[in-house]
């Protein structure tokens, strides 16, 4: 199996980059919100969740199965409901980074909990599919496996500020607090639980400013280091 992760500063488009890389290299792409709905499938008709975004179409069925899977071999491990059951799952997947990384800790998932289960899922994830996997601590969980690429994604602040207010919509001044509470909470998060920092290009194979580059250029140069990483022969 091949696993891509793609950690991105807001609005350095790691998603769109992420899913334009994803299909060129024919994986799966998984992120935050694709997580969420494939745990809210579980208890619940699947067809329900997955006819509700294209993008899971297919894939989203198999993601929550192997959801289902982790839930079921927690049970038998002793870990009986490990994470409030299944119906709770899709609670500790929605949480934000900076929601995370707050010093107060839900009752019900205690921050051990939170990270063992986001980190048994990201594990599954590169065991059971080919993927392009969008941050949630991924370039972390997985440096031990050879097979994976991890890439930075970057950028001013400023622009990175121009391309948020574009694509939500917002003013300037609501773009810049969003991107400032947003930068805190990604790096809050990764210093917490990982004790990095998670915009150290040290901790991935490259770092790539997206603002000198269309997000299809972007896409295609991943693609071309991803491929070259994957020749090299400590890769194999």
Not at 131 to 156: C, F, M, N, T, Y
Not at 179 to 186: A, I, W
Request: glycine content about 8%; overall charge negative; aromatic content about 6%.
């Amino acid at each position: 199996m091949s696993v891509l992760t793609i950690s991105g500063q807001i609005g350095a488009g790691a998603r769109e980059v992420g899913r334009l890389v994803a299909g060129r290299l024919n994986l799966e792409y998984v992120d935050q919100e694709i997580l969420v709905e494939a745990a809210r499938t579980l208890g619940v008709p699947v067809e329900s969740v997955v006819s509700h975004d294209e993008r899971t179409a297919g894939f989203g069925e198999r993601l929550a199965t192997m959801l289902r899977r982790f839930l079921e071999r927690s049970a038998a491990a002793g870990a009986a409901d490990p994470v409030m059951g299944s119906g709770g799952l899709d609670l500790v997947l929605a949480r934000t980074y900076g929601e995370a990384a707050a010093a107060e800790e839900a009752p019900e998932v205690s921050d051990e909990r939170y990270i063992t289960t986001l980190s048994a899922i990201i594990r599954d994830l590169a065991v059971d599919h080919d993927a392009v996997i969008i941050g949630r601590g991924s370039q972390v969980i997985l440096k031990d496996e050879p097979k994976a690429v991890h890439i930075l994604l970057v950028g001013p602040l400023e622009a990175r500020i121009q391309y948020l207010a574009r694509r939500e919509g917002c003013s300037q001044d609501e773009a810049t607090k969003r991107v400032s509470e947003l930068d805190g909470g990604r790096f809050d998060f990764h210093h917490k639980f990982f004790k990095i920092d998670v915009n150290d290009p040290a901790v991935y194979h490259a770092a790539i400013n997206t603002t000198k580059f269309p997000d299809d250029d972007a896409a295609e140069i991943i693609v071309d280091l991803t491929s070259r990483i994957a020749a090299w022969p400590k890769a194999q």
